[in-house]
Nanobody
């Protein structure tokens, strides 16, 4: 069974940092497109960051570029989202996700398709106080 388990969310003051982790089981993260989404209360889900399968390059949404860093550790079969200089508008439930098909992952990340990725984490809450 393929599964993703997130950890690392919590409450932090504006300007602070958090690192989210997403541990994979049942598949190798190096073989999948992997990344992060978030959904704030009353808002649509948005793509935050991802790593491609094809060349392991990273991409970020404009709202987090320069502040967040996505990475993966193949030895731990885990990927991460380092979030620095957090702002109140970063408050949301963060979800990690993965898909064997990179095109499908990217389309979902961009909001073009409906989001039926192969595996999703259950979400972790990040709250940034002002």
């Amino acid at each position: 069974e393929v599964q993703l388990v997130e950890s690392g969310g919590g409450l932090v003051q504006a300007g602070g940092s958090l690192r989210l982790s997403c541990a994979a089981s049942g598949f190798l993260v190096d073989d999948y497109a992997i990344g992060w989404f978030r959904q704030a209360t009353g808002k649509k889900r948005e793509g935050v960051s991802y790593i491609t399968y094809s060349d392991r390059s990273a991409r970020y949404s404009d709202s987090v570029k320069g502040r967040f860093t996505v990475s993966s550790d193949n030895a731990k079969n885990t990927f991460y989202l380092q979030m620095n200089n957090l702002k109140p508008e970063d408050s949301a439930v963060y979800y990690c996700a993965a898909d064997l098909h990179e095109g499908n992952f990217i389309a979902t990340w961009l909001g073009i398709s409906g989001g039926s990725l192969e595996v999703w984490g259950s979400g972790t809450l990040v709250t940034v106080s002002s």
